[in-house]
């Protein structure tokens, strides 16, 4: 087990070690030319070189961001180069010409890796490098390197792997039957099993492997969702674009203390911590991994057990980086992977952050917004919070109706119920019996209603149709870990 382990890792996908050189490109297909294809090559810092052209403003955003995603590796970006082109070429993608500039001002640099905005097919990363002579990466390894650099729980570093080595399996490659493996008696003469086979092989049994190991979590992470679910804990999940302030706020609104550094992909691992808003209501707040544009498909596959948090949740908080000059297509791209996800539907509360970086110009703008489903705060101030927390508490409570229940004096176990799964407005004492005035959620009615039915004065609409049987309730209620938002 830890040789086909030591094995796995020792195949990685191409790594961007600290320091290295690099020059991003990004080829851009459009419909027509009006004149010859526009090639910039240029330093980082934006400085034209001779023969150069600026990619239109609305692909500005998706170079600058490579060039972050690169820094975010650890990579030194000293240049880019941007083409425009109807078409695109199947051996080197933006050429033979424009590829044999590429190589020539990468050697004058001392370039040590070039990485492309696009999705290269195996054959033309193996083309690109037997050209340039450097290591060549495109957008999804990019991607996959940074997910490894910021793995650290074990779920984290299975999903990595996993996405990995299924990214690897097709762009593996030999020789032939070099180095094969030959048989031995008759029937087994001839060229045997090739090292490449070999190499497959054992990388289709690590993937079986790594795909039982991540089922186990996704069942464990359903027996959590199951217990939080019997406890009628809604989930709020935090979605938005990578570097959106996501983990900020999740600190201010938790006081916990997860990495919320000012880069591309911060946080990984999710988390998930128990909040109490002011009317008693206890939420399960979870902060998520961030979204990028061109998410790779493998990684949304991999990680499929820890975006189920999304899929179960009962309230999404979309979270904008409103400073950011590509703050709508952004937004649209965490939209389209919602709807992925299948999600497009789950209520939500939109948020724009880094209200402290814009100026007073925009933050007029947005003051006079009246759209009631979206809240501008700044996460780093607190700024805006209050409005926050009453945004997230109405939409939870969109469900909750008040009831009122006469149940036997010696019934403690179900005063316990309702006081732990709903919100007690007044209790009448009576020698035999206890009238309760309550709001609960339709949650709430679903899992404990089969008890409580008998005691209702007036009963829920479809409560005896909706209940299921409840597990033996727990006299404290759902063991949680209370906010300091409670005190704000």
């Given at each position: ?80 180069l941007v083409q425009r082109s109807p078409s695109t070429d199947p051996r080197y993608l933006i050429g033979s010409g424009k590829a044999a500039e590429l190589r020539d001002y990468a050697r004058r640099e001392s370039v040590d890796a070039v990485i492309f905005n696009n999705e290269l097919t ?58 094969s493996r030959l048989g031995g008696g008759i029937g087994t003469r001839g060229p045997g099993e090739t090292k490449l086979e070999v190499d497959r092989r054992r990388i289709r049994h690590r993937i079986r492997m790594l795909e039982r190991e991540i089922s186990g979590v996704a069942r464990t ?268």
């Open positions: 087990m830890s040789g086909r382990r030591s094995w796995a890792r020792s195949r990685p996908t191409r790594r961007v070690m600290a320091a290295e050189r690099a020059i991003v490109v990004s080829k851009q297909t459009i419909r027509r030319l009006p004149g010859r294809a526009s090639l910039r090559l240029a330093p980082a810092d934006r400085r034209p070189m001779p023969r150069a052209s600026s990619p239109p403003a609305e692909e500005e955003p998706l170079v600058e961001e490579l060039e972050e995603l690169a820094r975010s590796a650890g990579a030194d970006v000293i240049g880019r195996p054959a033309q990363m193996h083309h690109l490098e037997a050209l340039l002579g450097i290591k060549v990466i495109d957008r999804t390894q990019l991607i996959l390197d940074i997910f490894a650099q910021r793995a650290r729980s074990r779920e984290g570093q299975l999903q990595v792997e996993l996405a990995q080595l299924r990214y690897l399996l097709p762009r593996l490659t030999g020789q032939g039957t070099v180095l992470r359903s027996v959590h969702r199951e217990r939080r679910a019997r406890h009628a804990v809604p989930i709020v999940a935090l979605v938005g674009y990578t570097n959106a302030g996501k983990s900020t706020l999740f600190n201010a609104l938790t006081g916990a203390d997860v990495d919320a550094r000012d880069r591309l992909f911060a946080t990984l691992d999710p988390t998930i911590r128990y909040v109490a808003l002011p009317r008693k209501t206890t939420i399960a707040l979870s902060d998520t991994v961030g979204f990028v544009q061109q998410l790779p498909h493998a990684l949304v596959a991999a990680f499929k057990a820890t975006l189920e948090e999304v899929r179960h949740a009962q309230c999404l908080v979309h979270v904008i980086d409103r400073s950011h000059p590509a703050w709508r297509k952004q937004a649209a791209a965490v939209e389209r992977v919602l709807d992925e996800l299948g999600v497009a539907s789950t209520p939500r509360v939109t948020v724009y952050n880094k209200l402290d970086r814009l100026d007073e110009t925009a933050r007029r703008g947005l003051d006079v917004m009246t759209r009631s489903s979206v809240v501008t705060l700044s996460a780093t101030t607190g700024e805006g919070l209050p409005r926050l927390i009453e945004a997230i508490e109405t939409a939870v409570n969109a469900g909750i109706a008040s009831y009122r229940l006469r149940i036997p004096a010696e019934r403690g176990d179900l005063f316990a119920q309702l006081h732990a799964h709903g919100r007690v407005l007044r209790c009448a004492h009576r020698r035999t019996s206890v009238t309760m005035d309550v709001e609960l959620t339709d949650e709430a009615i679903r899992l404990w209603g089969g008890q409580w039915a008998p005691y209702f004065v007036e009963a829920p609409p479809g409560a005896a149709k909706k209940a299921t049987p409840a597990p033996s309730p727990s006299l404290h209620g759902p063991a949680v870990r209370k906010s300091a938002i409670t005190h704000r």
